[in-house]
């Protein structure tokens, strides 16, 4: 970041335009904006400005509401408002919720701004028309992107614009990972936080920005302070498991979502919401790191409960997470819980493909274990028409058609990829039932080629069995470890210290004679499973 002005105008400056939001006061983090903001609605509108860097967008959106009650011809109040409805990486824009916001305050664009302050306000507020206005999401989010460049090169020393250059960058890098857009956003947020180290947004975005094995590391500082800089933050506790999980630092991965959920739920007793309010993400994303830990039991009973937190929920997030948490317990753990009653009718007429071929693929791998050839015959048949429905729905460009609102759950091509790994792997289950192995290579060799070439999951994978996994395993079963070698390795590099990897890596080196490198990988699955169940070592002590 750019700081050109001299130590006394940086003093005039901080004293009478640069507004501190404390961490003391707060605990969201700290904040040196530079807006001038109504002493009536001042307290709201920063209180929101911290939640909305953090991802808070709910009660971000109470503040500023509450900010334009106090002031209703504060422009910056509304600005907040209308950008808590763009909720871009998670792909939930509510364009229709935004731009009724923006008419309550004036009906066009030349009368609102009309409101604004100063040259800063005009600026900030022009970027909210260009994301709230006509075109195709990629479009706007592009266009975004070049108005904060042009900011960021007219207000050298402004936090804020900044901070929504860093995330516009991320926003406008399509849905996978941009390497050349990702180091810049992390580049810009280093800039702030030389400045501000206490900045939530510039911390949260560097995390997003180095969210890839490849790139972590280099977000572990950040990581290992956001959620103490923001721990009224729900988001913000969970937000450094991203890059504890991209380096396999389950431990980490583990009491960020613990401490996330928990404060999930302290949130809907405190303001007395319902199921729907659970921090499912993070919920989820504990499942997957006790099943990392082997305490399988542990995992259980979050999926006992998960199933009732669904039915009164009854929402589409929670049916979402359903899915991806009964597809990891069955792959990860080894043996299902004959306490868990599974769920295979779960409604995905609303999710996304991914979703849906999880979904069928979790029916698909029981009937596999049940020998149970004519269900995965049907799995296999309804996912290929759901996925030639999906293709319909992906342009050329590789996202989906008609794309200006909400796109969590709309088809892209990397997506559609997934469901065909998925696909692939239901067409391999049932020529291991119908005795074909030169089929079921086929289709795993296919699958592999496939899945290795789409985009990291920023999470717990997608494809809850990697088929690196699935064949890497079978070729162990058939003597051919030098390949399940390959295979557990290629899983490893897009999933650091993934213990199902891990532990197939254990087994090939042990069958190669290889008792160096697979000692020193035992040693390491036996400090990741320092807290696990009964059976993880059991494992450990067989091999």
Not at 2 to 26: G, W
Not at 96 to 117: H, K, S
Not at 244 to 257: E, I, M, T
Request: with cysteine.
């Amino acid at each position: 970041m750019r700081y050109q002005l001299s130590f006394l105008v940086a003093i005039l400056l901080f004293s009478c335009n640069r507004k501190e939001s404390s961490l003391s006061e707060t605990h969201l983090g700290v904040l040196h904006h530079q807006f001038s903001i109504s002493e009536a609605a001042r307290g709201s509108f920063e209180k929101g400005l911290l939640l909305l860097h953090s991802f808070e967008y709910d009660d971000a959106g109470e503040a500023f509401e509450q900010a334009i009650q106090a002031d209703s011809s504060e422009l910056m109040a509304y600005w907040g408002a209308v950008m808590t409805k763009y909720k871009a990486l998670w792909g939930l824009q509510d364009l229709e919720a935004g731009r009724t916001l923006m008419e309550q305050l004036a009906p066009t664009a030349e009368e609102r701004l009309e409101y604004a302050d100063d040259a800063l306000e005009e600026d900030f507020w022009s970027g909210l028309e260009i994301l709230f206005g006509e075109g195709e999401l990629k479009e706007r989010n592009n266009r975004f992107n070049q108005h904060m460049a042009s900011l960021y090169e007219k207000y050298p020393d402004n936090e804020e614009v900044a901070a929504f250059y860093s995330i516009s960058l991320l926003w406008s890098g399509g849905t996978g990972f941009d390497k050349e857009k990702s180091l810049l956003s992390a580049r810009i947020a280093d800039g702030i936080l030389k400045e501000n180290p206490n900045h939530p947004g510039a911390l949260h975005y560097k995390i997003h920005a180095f969210d890839h094995p490849e790139f972590a590391d280099q977000a572990q500082a950040a990581a290992d302070i956001y959620a103490g800089v923001a721990p009224d933050a729900t988001h913000a506790l969970h937000m450094p498991s991203h890059i504890y999980l991209a380096l396999g630092r389950w431990n980490d991965v583990v009491s960020s979502n613990e401490s996330s959920y928990a404060a999930s739920v302290a949130r809907i007793e405190r303001k007395n919401l319902g199921d729907g309010a659970r921090g499912f993400h993070s919920y989820a994303w504990l499942h997957y790191g006790y099943l990392q830990q082997g305490r399988y039991q542990d995992a259980a009973k979050l999926l006992s409960d998960m199933y009732d937190f669904e039915k009164r929920a009854s929402n589409q997030s929670a049916r979402s997470y359903l899915i991806t948490m009964q597809n990891a317990q069955l792959a990860e753990a080894p043996d299902w819980d004959a306490g868990l009653v599974p769920n295979f009718e779960i409604n995905t007429d609303d999710l996304g493909i991914i979703a849906q071929a999880s979904h069928s693929f979790f029916r698909a791998h029981w009937a596999y274990q049940e020998n149970d050839p004519e269900t995965i015959r049907t799995e296999i048949r309804d996912l290929r028409q759901k996925i030639s429905s999906a293709k319909t729905l992906v342009g050329d460009d590789g996202i989906a058609m008609c794309s200006a609102g909400s796109t969590r759950y709309a088809p892209n091509a990397n997506a559609i990829n997934l469901a065909l790994v998925l696909q692939l792997q239901e067409e391999a289950f049932l020529a291991l039932l119908e005795d074909d192995p030169a089929r079921y290579e086929e289709k795993m060799t296919q699958a592999t080629e496939l899945e290795n070439s789409c985009e990291y999951s920023f999470g717990p994978p997608d494809i809850a069995l990697p088929s690196f996994e699935h064949y890497g395993y079978w070729l162990l079963e058939h003597g051919r470890n030098q390949e399940a070698l390959k295979h557990f390795k290629l899983s490893l590099e897009r999933a650091p210290r993934r213990v199902m990897a891990m532990r197939g890596k254990i087994q090939a080196l042990k069958s190669m004679d290889n008792l160096k490198e697979s000692e020193e990988a035992r040693r390491e699955l036996r400090e990741i499973w320092s807290k696990a169940d009964s059976e993880a070592l059991e494992y450990i002590a067989a091999i």
